[in-house]
């Protein structure tokens, strides 16, 4: 049902199924539980899910089976690793969204972090990055770039404060060679 949530509640029912026959309305229904005890029990909206913008983005990233990032190409391993070592601190400095890389990477929290894990770590921050949201009423608007049989396309859309995903546009989408 829509409206305030005074119309929401929990009851507890005892009584009896009857089946075998119509029931209700123009005996639109087969059964009918027929109740002998009733009782109003304690009730609270449920909690919110956890939707932080990490949250968000890998929600997304879920929904649409991945995201391209945008990297340069044949970067070799030795300067990838150094700007993973030089990135690892201020991706460490928002602490909600280290958090949820490392248990996207199913990592525990550690003082020092092998070259190989803060590559890792660098990688998924840049998945995320892919992922643009933007706040909008009720929750953002986000684009991101995706393949789907071979082919780019980049897809914009609204992501609600629920989660809901809606895609407003999808088109085509041409990558830099």
Not at 101 to 108: F, N, P
Request: proline share 6%; glycine share 10%.
């Amino acid at each position: 049902m829509i409206g305030p949530t005074e119309r929401y509640g929990k009851l507890r029912i005892e009584g009896t199924l009857e089946y075998g026959d119509r029931y209700g309305h123009a005996g639109g229904l087969d059964s009918q539980i027929v109740p002998s005890e009733m009782e109003l029990l304690p009730w609270s909206p449920p909690a919110q899910p956890d939707l932080s913008i990490s949250t968000l983005k890998y929600r997304l990233i879920k929904h649409f089976g991945g995201v391209l990032v945008a990297e340069p190409v044949g970067v070799p391993d030795d300067i990838r690793k150094e700007q993973a070592t030089r990135a690892l601190a201020t991706i460490q400095e928002d602490e909600e969204e280290f958090r949820a890389i490392l248990d996207q990477l199913g990592l525990e929290d550690e003082s020092t972090y092998s070259v190989e894990r803060q590559v890792q770590v660098f990688e998924e921050k840049a998945r995320l990055n892919a992922v643009r949201l933007e706040p909008i009423d009720g929750g953002y608007s986000f684009r991101l770039l995706v393949m789907e049989a071979g082919e780019p396309f980049e897809i914009e859309g609204t992501i609600g404060n629920d989660a809901a995903i809606e895609v407003l546009n999808k088109r085509r989408a041409l990558l830099p060679r």
